[in-house]
Protein backbone atom coordinates (compact mmCIF):
# COMPACT_ATOMS: atom_id res chain seq x y z
CA UNK A 1 0.00 0.00 0.00
CA UNK A 2 1.52 3.78 -1.05
CA UNK A 3 1.71 5.71 2.13
CA UNK A 4 2.95 9.27 2.58
CA UNK A 5 6.30 9.21 4.85
CA UNK A 6 5.67 12.78 6.27
CA UNK A 7 9.24 13.42 4.72
CA UNK A 8 8.64 14.82 1.45
CA UNK A 9 7.84 11.70 -0.13
CA UNK A 10 5.82 8.40 -0.93
CA UNK A 11 6.48 4.94 0.01
CA UNK A 12 4.96 2.53 -3.09
CA UNK A 13 2.90 3.21 -5.90
CA UNK A 14 -0.95 5.57 -6.09
CA UNK A 15 -2.41 2.17 -8.62
CA UNK A 16 -5.63 2.73 -10.75
CA UNK A 17 -4.01 6.76 -11.25
CA UNK A 18 -2.66 8.38 -13.81
CA UNK A 19 -2.05 12.10 -13.82
CA UNK A 20 -0.94 14.82 -16.76
CA UNK A 21 -0.29 18.67 -17.06
CA UNK A 22 -2.54 21.06 -18.63
CA UNK A 23 -1.29 23.82 -20.03
CA UNK A 24 -0.90 26.18 -17.74
CA UNK A 25 0.95 24.22 -15.35
CA UNK A 26 -1.40 22.54 -13.49
CA UNK A 27 -1.55 18.51 -12.73
CA UNK A 28 -4.71 16.62 -13.35
CA UNK A 29 -5.90 13.03 -11.65
CA UNK A 30 -7.50 10.73 -14.26
CA UNK A 31 -8.94 7.50 -13.03
CA UNK A 32 -7.40 4.33 -15.20
CA UNK A 33 -10.49 2.41 -15.00
CA UNK A 34 -13.19 4.87 -16.12
CA UNK A 35 -11.34 7.96 -16.93
CA UNK A 36 -13.34 10.45 -15.11
CA UNK A 37 -11.06 13.08 -13.67
CA UNK A 38 -10.31 13.90 -10.29
CA UNK A 39 -8.36 15.99 -8.12
CA UNK A 40 -6.49 19.45 -10.04
CA UNK A 41 -3.59 20.74 -8.22
CA UNK A 42 -2.25 24.27 -8.73
CA UNK A 43 0.42 24.42 -6.69
CA UNK A 44 4.61 23.43 -7.73
CA UNK A 45 5.04 19.86 -9.01
CA UNK A 46 2.83 16.69 -9.88
CA UNK A 47 1.17 14.59 -7.84
CA UNK A 48 3.56 12.38 -5.50
CA UNK A 49 3.71 8.72 -6.52
CA UNK A 50 1.23 8.46 -9.54
CA UNK A 51 2.03 7.60 -12.95
CA UNK A 52 2.24 10.47 -15.78
CA UNK A 53 0.74 10.18 -19.04
CA UNK A 54 1.15 8.08 -20.93
CA UNK A 55 2.55 5.32 -18.47
CA UNK A 56 3.02 2.75 -20.52
CA UNK A 57 2.14 0.38 -18.23
CA UNK A 58 -0.69 -1.25 -20.05
CA UNK A 59 -2.61 -1.95 -17.28
CA UNK A 60 -6.23 -3.54 -17.72
CA UNK A 61 -9.02 -0.71 -17.25
CA UNK A 62 -11.45 -2.82 -16.09
Known amino acids: M ?3 TGDGFR ?3 V ?3 TQFQHENG ?3 KRD ?3 G ?3 ERKSSEGP ?3 VAREPDGR ?3 NS
Open 2 to 4: AKN
Open 15 to 17: TGR
Open 11 to 13: RGA
Open 32 to 34: ERT
Open 26 to 28: DWQ
Open 36 to 38: HFM
Open 47 to 49: FKG
Open 58 to 60: DTE
